[in-house]
């Protein structure tokens, strides 16, 4: 079955720097990789799709790396602030499976000022 | 837009007592999901429903039944509630056009004892 593996301990890091989050899947031949914001109580917040083909996406402070060859993605947030403490949660999609999506477990990063 | 609501947000079952969680989108979408997030275990997939009328098993379907009532409307229903079923249970719509980005309800909190 489809596995996805993400930092299990909370990511801490002091404001200004950059976070990188890691996701890692096994057993899945996703078409996009997606990336979701959670806060404490709330459901997750999508934020960046990047597709099979593609190696990089950027959204403002947001960059994600997708590498199908070792079937890793990297987030990472630049210039880092205490309001980017969050859960954040990988996720994996194709057509051939209906666009279900299947989710990591979360990494849960805090930003130090 | 409301976007995806829940109710209830909170709710507290004796085992055996039944209860149906209730979702709505209005953004016209024709997919929805029901997940059970725990602790370390990430979104799990219940349901989902591709479409009004259809109706699929996701990961862990056992002990839940679900109806798609029209297109803005999937509701959740536990026949019997037991102690394994406490969790938090999130709705989600998707849209197909574009990212696949799923929206999420605020959640509903559940504690069967």
């Known amino acids: 079955s489809q596995k996805i593996e993400q930092n299990s301990e909370a990511l801490n890091i002091q404001e200004g720097k950059t976070a990188t989050l890691t996701c890692n899947y096994t057993n899945y031949s996703p078409a996009y990789l997606q990336w979701y914001r959670q806060d404490p109580g709330r459901g997750p917040v999508f934020l960046l799709l990047i597709r099979e083909n593609e190696k990089e996406k950027r959204k403002e402070r947001l960059k994600v790396t997708f590498d199908t060859t070792l079937k890793q993605s990297l987030f990472h947030i630049t210039a880092s602030q205490p309001a980017d403490s969050a859960t954040y949660l990988c996720?994996?999609?194709?057509?051939?499976?209906?666009?279900?999506?299947?989710f990591g477990a979360g990494t849960i990063l805090r930003v130090k000022s | 837009n409301a976007g995806v609501t829940q109710t209830p947000k909170f709710q507290v079952l004796k085992t055996g007592q039944s209860m149906t969680l209730q979702c709505a989108q209005d953004?016209?979408?024709?997919?929805m999901y029901w997940y059970r997030q725990d602790p370390g275990m990430g979104l799990r997939l219940i349901y989902y429903s591709a479409s009004e009328g259809t109706t699929d098993k996701g990961e862990v379907p056992n002990g839940y039944n679900v109806s798609r009532l029209n297109k803005r409307e999937f509701s959740l229903r536990l026949e019997s509630a037991a102690p394994s079923q406490t969790s938090v249970y999130f709705c989600?719509?998707?849209?197909?056009?574009?990212?696949?980005?799923?929206?999420f309800g605020p959640g509903t909190r559940l504690t069967v004892t």
């Open positions: 989600a719509s998707q849209s197909l056009g574009g990212t696949y980005e799923q929206y």
């Open positions: 996720a994996l999609g194709s057509m051939e499976y209906g666009n279900k999506l299947v």
């Open positions: 953004m016209n979408h024709n997919s």
